[in-house]
């Protein structure tokens, strides 16, 4: 067959004859040439569906025999040859140290969850993290596990979600309160709070915790997934959106419901909540007998208006009908509560945050004191209070190592009734009307000069900060005679007072015009000063460097005086007090281990 090469140039009648013929040759070939490929090709991918389907079949049969292996290798463990007591003392162990660990051992295998189910104990710690979107069955669901005689050791948080447009948020009145209130959180639990309708999963916390105590899981109950008919239409959304607003209604009478059912078996119970809730009325349930129970919270961050619930705060004092044998530690924030309670008697703990709308007598809240000689840690905030009907005497606890007021100026009166002889932190948020040197200084010589660690004043942080009522004439002025006295302080909060006149007491005792004779360092233990919404002048950021150069100089020690050399500060807090420079702050770190520092414009540093 001739190419298109060998014909002549110009082509002839005889030679494009030729080319016609030469073309359609050609085009035979290649349709031939098409179809055994195309026959190839079918041939080969029948050949590798074959194989393929071959492939597939051996890999099914290796899974299989893998799953024979992992059974079979599951069998031949060490583990499974433990005693069923011994194995129930492992869960134990795993639940010492994470006490939600039985819903995982649970799952393992159908053995362990057998052996999970019947050891009550390793159920006996409930800590949720819920909303009132979520079911209450989850409570019903861990009591019940738990059995019917091991003590209960209960820990909730409820997250009230989307309350800005909520009807939860415009049916309960609220006041603004004109003092912070702690930021309530579970020690030790880091929490994170997942999408409203995600899936059911674990929340480790991995928060720093004693190195006993471990980690603690938190379980998320599941939201009610959405139903849709079956056209998916958008009045089943609506439908459904309305049954979970029902539901959430009722969530607290609900879980409650559970929960005081198995009131006899409490041994802590701590419920928080963030948000006020339809179904917050559900907490008057909570009455009776609690004969093991040994710590109680209710706590709210929120305020608002109450009326008088009855419940086991507000039981009469002349009700025989509560038996709290082992009640030892009280925390009620924002909750209603009779200060004559049988409930605030015998305690070692007592935390108490008044409503706006309570306004107790001050000799009321001396009461509640009086009736409690074992105390030890006593935390106070009551933004009304009454002058004293009956006249204040002096009350001794002798117990007491940290004591924490704040509110109403009168409870600076409250501290003026007060001997602590083990006095070891004091945290005063009180509205003064007077320094409250005199005050402070008093309660320590009263009390024998106890040892104090930790004096925090008008430190109050958050968005509605107290500070702004310890003015230059509220809070101490002169500060060098209250710090001399301070001989065993390692750390030092203050808020609101002039930064050159503290920091000048706290500096060599040499540069202090308060110290004539016989000078002294102030505070001379102390380690971690914090300082918020000082005010300063133009010498505040020459008083800080010369205070740091004088207990943390570049080498050696400080200087001697009086026979006392002052350990040197191993942090530093300052916020919203003075813009330091970067050049301060560099030096600052060169001196002093940790500094934090946010200015009145930056929230960080």
């Known amino acids: 067959m001739p190419l298109v090469s060998d014909f002549p140039e110009p082509p002839t009648k005889e030679t494009l004859e030729d080319a016609r013929r030469a073309l359609e040759t050609i085009r035979t070939s290649m349709q031939e040439l098409t179809t055994k490929i195309d026959v190839a090709e079918a041939t080969l991918a029948q050949i590798v569906r074959e194989s393929q389907y071959a492939i597939n079949e051996l890999q099914a049969q290796r899974s299989v025999l893998e799953k024979q292996v992992a ?49 009550p104990l390793i159920w006996s710690k409930i800590r949720l993290l819920t909303t009132q979107h979520s079911s209450a069955d989850t409570i019903r669901l861990w009591i019940e596990r738990s059995g019917d005689n091991v003590p209960l050791d209960i820990e909730i948080f409820l997250r009230v979600a989307n309350t800005k447009h909520s009807p939860e948020a415009t049916a309960i009145r609220t006041r603004r309160t004109s003092s912070p209130l702690t930021p309530i959180s579970i020690p030790g639990w880091n929490i994170s709070f997942p999408a409203q309708n995600s899936s059911p999963h674990f929340v480790v916390a991995h928060a720093p915790l004693p190195p006993t105590v471990g980690n603690v899981a938190i379980i998320m109950p599941p939201s009610p997934p959405p139903h849709l008919d079956g056209w998916g239409t958008s009045s089943a959304v609506e439908k459904t959106t309305n049954t979970i607003s ?105 935390h108490l945050r008044g409503l706006p709308t309570s306004h107790l007598p001050l000799d009321r809240v001396l009461h509640i004191l009086s009736n ?55 945290t005063l948020d009180i509205e003064p009307r007077d320094t409250v040197e005199d005050v402070i200084s008093g309660l320590l010589t009263r009390s024998g000069r106890p040892p104090l660690q930790h004096l925090s004043l008008a430190y109050s942080a958050g968005p509605n900060s107290t500070t702004l009522y310890y003015g230059p004439s509220g809070l101490v002025v002169h500060w060098t005679a209250l710090l001399s006295e301070l001989i065993h302080l390692k750390t030092l909060n203050i808020g609101g007072t002039s930064l050159e006149i503290l920091l000048t007491a706290l500096g060599s005792p040499e540069d202090d015009p308060s110290q004539n004779q016989n000078p002294v360092w102030a505070c001379p233990a102390l380690e971690v000063l914090g300082l918020r919404s000082c005010h300063a002048h133009n010498e505040g950021v020459n008083k800080l460097v010369q205070m740091v150069e004088a207990r943390n100089p570049h080498s050696g020690t400080a200087q001697v005086v009086g026979g006392v050399t002052p350990v040197r500060l191993s942090r530093l807090e300052l916020h919203e007090c003075t813009n330091l420079g970067e050049d301060v702050m560099h030096w600052l770190n060169t001196r002093i281990g940790e500094v934090i520092c946010s200015d009145p414009t930056e929230s960080t540093l």
């Open 71 to 119: 059974k079979t290798m599951a069998y031949l463990s060490p583990i499974r040859r433990l005693p069923m007591e011994l194995l129930r003392e492992v869960f134990m162990w795993t639940y010492e140290d994470h006490p939600c660990s039985a819903w995982v051992l649970a799952a393992v295998s159908r053995s362990w969850r057998r052996l999970a189910l019947k050891t």
């Open 372 to 426: 409690n000689p074992q105390l030890k840690t006593v935390s106070l905030h009551f933004q009304g209070i009454l002058p004293a009907i009956l006249p204040l005497s002096v009350l001794v606890l002798p117990h007491v190592t940290s004591l924490t007021l704040g509110g109403h100026f009168l409870l600076t009166q409250l501290l003026e009734s007060l001997t602590l002889p083990s006095l070891e932190s004091l």
């Open 246 to 350: 029902k539901a959430s209604m009722h969530w607290g009478h609900i879980a409650f419901f559970y929960l005081v059912e198995q009131m006899h078996r409490w041994e802590r119970f701590v419920f928080r909540f963030d948000k006020q809730f339809t179904s917050m009325g559900a907490l008057k349930s909570i009455n009776g007998d609690a004969p093991l129970l040994k710590e109680f919270e209710v706590s709210s961050t929120e305020a608002g208006f109450f009326a008088e619930w009855p419940w086991l705060p507000n039981v009469n004092a002349s009700s025989s009908s509560v038996i709290l044998p082992q009640l030892r530690s009280l925390t009620l924030q924002h909750t209603p509560f009779k200060w004559s309670s049988p409930m605030l008697r015998g305690l070692h703990k007592i």
